[in-house]
């Protein structure tokens, strides 16, 4: 069975700094990908960052630039780094593992999977 718990959220005025992390526990050495979401009250789930298991990075255009994605592969950690947030980056954030795909995926989506995990989810509140 695989956990992933997410930390690292919290309340940042604009312009500032978060760090995400989302521990991964389980056997995911033959992930898919790793990915970050995130979803604002009222509007849908979206993706925002994705890792493949072959290094590749995808990053959405409204963070780009501002917003990596990396993962310590030693200690089985995703990041999410954020930089010069703006209260539009306000959400809950997500990370999310996929094992096996059952089509492609434009992000790395459990819903789109037959073997994929979500975590609990961390709050980002970006004030001006």
């Known amino acids: 069975q695989v956990q992933l718990v997410e930390s690292g959220g919290g309340l940042v005025q604009e312009g500032g700094s978060l760090n995400l992390s989302c521990t991964v526990r389980?056997?995911?050495?033959?992930?898919?990908?790793m990915g970050w979401f995130r979803q604002a009250p009222g509007k849908a789930r979206e993706g925002v960052a994705r890792?493949?298991?072959?290094?590749?990075?995808t990053i959405t255009d409204s963070v780009k630039g501002r917003f990596t994605i990396s993962r310590d592969n030693a200690e089985n950690i995703l990041y999410l780094h954020m930089n010069s947030l703006k209260p539009e980056d306000t959400a809950m954030y997500y990370c999310?593992?996929?094992?096996?795909?059952?089509?492609?995926?434009?992000?790395?989506?459990?819903?789109?999977?037959?073997?994929?995990?979500w975590g609990q989810g961390t709050q980002v509140t970006v004030s001006s």
């Open positions: 999310a593992v996929v094992l096996i795909p059952r089509q492609r995926l434009a992000w790395c989506d459990p819903g789109g999977s037959s073997s994929g995990y």
């Open positions: 890792l493949d298991s072959d290094g590749t990075t």
């Open positions: 389980g056997p995911t050495y033959s992930h898919y990908c």
